[in-house]
């Protein structure tokens, strides 16, 4: 065995201490970003637009994550809200790639679907994902509200969007934890908003 329990046990409070540690350093300017994020969301949902979400990997599973959240419930008993993650048609994500290449998997679907006024939310750990760059952009020609995810420093798509959330981390997997709690926290602040408490 190469890994003793003692040191497997200092590993995994290390990975807690890095994570929380992460966590703790979100600046008051990456929460007013999120409640920003949040009346966006709720005024595009005022006017009848929804919110659209595309990652790829891990990204991929925070962007059906917050979609499900929205669709479905996170807190609160409620009414759905209209949100899609553009990493879930399985037909799609292999018939474009195959036809035009892995760039174009999520700009058709923003051509096919996004419309004005829509929130357009990408989610790269790096911030210089091709596809998710090139979808960006094509929200943004449709007048899209357009936010980048992202991990320290925003990569490419910083200079591309409307709203930067930058996680102030090079690490993926602190990157990703962050981001699961920043949907957490985006999703709650998008009921309460709309909907009041329980």
């Known amino acids: 065995m190469t890994l003793s329990k003692k ?27 999120v409640w920003t994020l949040a009346e966006r969301t709720v ?5 009848g637009n929804k919110v659209l979400l595309m990652g790829n990997g891990g990204s991929a599973a925070d962007a059906q994550h917050v979609a499900a959240e929205l669709v ?12 899609m993650a553009l990493t879930t048609n399985s037909s799609i994500l292999t018939a474009v ?3 035009t290449g892995f ?5 058709r679907q923003v051509e096919a679907f996004a419309q004005a006024n829509d929130v357009v939310i990408a989610i790269s750990t790096s911030g210089r994902s091709p596809n998710v760059i090139r979808a960006v952009d094509a929200a ?8 980048a ?14 709203l930067l959330l930058a996680v102030p981390s090079e690490d993926t ?26």
């Open 97 to 99: 790639p195959n036809d």
């Open 140 to 147: 943004r020609a449709r007048r899209c509200y357009t936010v």
């Open 103 to 107: 760039e174009e998997i999520f700009v």
């Open 173 to 198: 997997q602190r990157i990703q934890e962050t981001h699961s709690l920043l949907g957490h926290m985006y999703c709650e602040l998008v009921e309460r908003i709309l909907f009041g408490t329980e």
């Open 7 to 33: 040191a497997g046990l200092e590993l995994l409070r290390q990975q807690v201490e890095e994570s929380c540690a992460v966590k703790r350093s979100l600046s008051p300017e990456f929460l007013e970003a």
């Open 72 to 83: 479905g419930r996170f807190r609160l008993q409620r009414k759905a809200l209209p949100a």
């Open 149 to 162: 995810w992202t991990g320290k420093g925003g990569g490419e798509l910083a200079g591309r969007v409307d």
């Open 43 to 47: 005024a595009a949902y005022g006017q």
